[in-house]
């Protein structure tokens, strides 16, 4: 692909766009109900909750750096995507046939162990295809594709839903369909010659030696200084099923509760395309500080939260911290890595916070169970606080091609 192919929006990006609207279109026709599922069917308690979510993405962000280095290793990105887009899809109906906590904790571990291997090695693929200038554009664009599915997903679940624990079963079998479409079109996605490679000859043996093998004393001390900023923050930063039981749990009706989450997802995915974009032009750091104060401001927001009205507000302001930091948060990654391990860097940020994760999950829980909702949401937001204070006093400095 030459340089000018390597636009923000070409056909690799929008190609990567559409699989990653699938997968989510058949994720998140679950993901708002299955807490629910969960606990209204299956009897689980918010502890099992928060310890299923979290064990669930600590799966996937340990898998995450491996794939990413051998992504890096091999210089494919590819099969990584297929098998990992695969598993996803074929998870979904075991979920629906589980009759204890248990089996629901074992079918999201295979779920997510197809994240694991594909997203280090598809968002080094959305890096390979763009040149450094478009970057945030191209991620942010795909985030915003990723999310529209989020918002398409709990849509169609309101037009299946019922209250019957049959009924709702039966939607862990409608997911699969557009689960297998993402598959299909990940199998038509073709490899991209990575930048790292586009060197003269006589360096190619070089770069070719440094593909194989990395250390962490590879990377700078200004990604090192990311990496852990987002990590601390990740430690308090819980899954978002417990925005939906805070809402759920206020007295709102499950169908009113999906319709709040896929507003959230509609703003995240209307926001991340224009403010990917515009990371491309102001400071990238300064997009995601912004985000992490609206993480705070709704997470206090949330610990006080009771009228209907509280809830639209806060999920809508939501979908724009999720607009400002994750397609961003890549790019940004990015920026700060070798370019020869952009696959790995990706890898090692998705599994530091994703480690982190099933420990603030875990707490969330516990915190819920012991203390009461609020305490879940102040601790989040007290752990935003935080990251968005050193964030904001980090040196941060790009690596130039």
């Not at 499950?254 to 102001?282: E, K």
Request: proline share 3%.
């Amino acid at each position: 692909m030459d340089a000018q192919e390597k636009k923000a929006l070409n056909p690799t990006v929008k190609k990567l766009g559409a699989v990653s609207f699938f997968a989510d279109v058949a994720s998140e026709m679950l993901y708002p109900i299955t807490p629910i599922f969960l606990t209204s069917v299956l009897g689980a308690s918010m502890a099992s909750l928060g310890l299923i979510e979290g064990v669930a993405e600590a799966i996937a962000s340990l898998l995450k750096t491996y794939s990413g280095s051998l992504s890096d290793r091999i210089a494919k990105r590819k099969p990584f995507m297929v098998l990992g887009y695969f598993l996803g899809a074929i998870s979904k109906p075991f979920i629906g046939a589980s009759t204890s906590w248990v089996h629901v904790l074992l079918a999201r571990g295979l779920d997510r162990t197809g994240k694991g291997l594909r997203s280090a090695p598809r968002d080094a693929l959305i890096a390979d295809a763009v040149a450094p200038e478009n970057r945030g554009a191209a991620f942010g664009w795909h985030r915003g594709m990723d999310t529209l599915g989020a918002a398409v997903g709990p849509l169609l679940t309101v037009t299946l839903i019922s209250t019957s624990a049959s009924e709702l079963r039966q939607l862990y079998l409608w997911a699969l369909i557009p689960g297998l479409i993402s598959v299909v079109l990940a199998m038509s996605v073709q490899e991209v010659r990575s930048q790292s490679m586009d060197h003269a000859p006589d360096k190619k043996d070089k770069i070719l030696k440094a593909q194989s093998t990395w250390s962490f004393a590879d990377f700078s001390f200004s990604f090192k200084s990311y990496l852990g900023t987002w990590m601390l923050f990740s430690l308090t930063n819980s899954s978002d099923v417990f925005l939906v039981m805070k809402a759920k749990s206020s007295g709102l009706s499950t169908i009113h509760t999906v319709l709040l989450y896929c507003a959230f997802n509609l703003t995240y995915a209307l926001s991340s395309p224009y403010l990917g974009w515009l990371s491309d032009r102001i400071s990238r750091k300064k997009l995601m500080a912004s985000g992490l104060m609206i993480y705070f401001l709704v997470y206090v927001g949330f610990g006080f939260s009771s009228e209907v009205w509280h809830y639209w507000v806060l999920f809508l302001a939501y979908g724009f911290y999720m607009g400002a930091t994750e397609g961003i948060g890549k790019a940004l990654a990015v920026d700060l890595c070798p370019q020869n391990l952009k696959a790995t860097a990706l890898g090692l940020l998705g599994t530091v916070t994703g480690l982190a994760t099933i420990i603030a999950s875990t707490l969330a829980g516990l915190i819920w169970d012991h203390y009461g909702a609020a305490f879940t949401f102040f601790y989040g937001a007290f752990g935003a606080l935080i990251a968005f204070m050193l964030l904001i006093g980090l040196p941060l400095k790009k690596i130039e091609l």
